[in-house]
């Protein structure tokens, strides 16, 4: 079956630190791969997206995901966190060509930054 | 650009009403809507793949009498709870895909239901 997991399901960090979420598929064959932000009391946001290329992409608010194909994974970071940050973070998949290719998302990671 | 609506934005509704929850695109058109559904602390959950003109697709398990999606132009997709109960109380979360952009989906600002 399909399947996205999040290993990590709230993180707590302070300003300044350095932040890894882990997100792993089980698709096989070409992927689209997601990662959206949700801030309390609001909507989901696109943080950034992997299509092709090259596997480490960066996206808005100085976030980045590397896409390691051999390990099925699509790990977001971010250098320096902000309290801003605090937010729910859902990586996010659509399977291969030829599926429905709607998205499945990941259990999310609740990300607490301390001031 | 790419913005999504939801109206109502929180909806309480007395057990055994129904209740209408409309997702407009508001600068793009839309042939494909997706609805989720999310608990408190949980991920979203696909309900249904809605595309303009023809009739949605459901997701297993999902009863398509009870939570009708209607997509008649492509800015406007609905979703109607029929006859709700409490355990129908969720926040429900609505997506359009342009299809120009690979599939990439811009969400709306959800509409939370509470079923008393």
């Known amino acids: 079956a399909q399947s996205v997991s999040q290993h990590n399901h709230h993180v707590i960090l302070s300003e300044a630190a350095s932040l890894e979420l882990g997100c792993n598929y089980s698709?096989?064959?070409?992927?689209?791969l997601f990662w959206y932000v949700q801030y309390p009391g609001q909507h989901l946001q696109l943080l950034l997206k992997?299509?092709?290329?090259?596997?480490l992409v960066k996206g808005i608010k100085g976030f980045e995901a590397e896409f390691i194909k051999s390990k099925f994974s699509f790990n977001l970071r971010k250098p320096s966190v902000q309290w801003s940050d605090t937010a729910e973070y859902f990586c996010?998949?659509?399977?291969?060509?030829?599926?429905?290719?709607?998205?499945?998302f990941g259990s999310g990671t609740q990300l607490t930054v301390l001031p | 650009g790419a913005v999504v609506s939801q109206h109502p934005s929180w909806v309480i509704c007395k057990s055994g009403t129904s209740v209408k929850i409309e997702c407009r695109s508001l600068d793009f058109q839309a042939t494909t809507m997706f609805w989720y559904r999310q608990f408190p602390k949980q991920s979203l959950m696909l309900m249904a793949t809605s595309n303009e003109g023809s009739k949605a697709t459901y997701e297993q398990g999902v009863e398509k009498d009870k939570f009708l999606i209607n997509h008649a132009s492509l800015t406007l997709s609905t979703l109607t709870v029929t006859s709700a109960h409490p355990e129908d109380s969720s926040f429900y979360i609505c997506?359009?895909?342009?299809?120009?952009?690979?599939?990439?989906?811009?969400f709306g600002p959800g509409t939370r239901l509470t079923v008393t």
């Open positions: 992997y299509f092709s290329g090259d596997p």
């Open positions: 996010a998949v659509t399977p291969p060509p030829g599926s429905a290719r709607q998205l499945t």
């Open positions: 698709y096989g064959g070409t992927v689209n």
């Open positions: 997506s359009a895909r342009v299809e120009a952009r690979s599939y990439e989906q811009y």
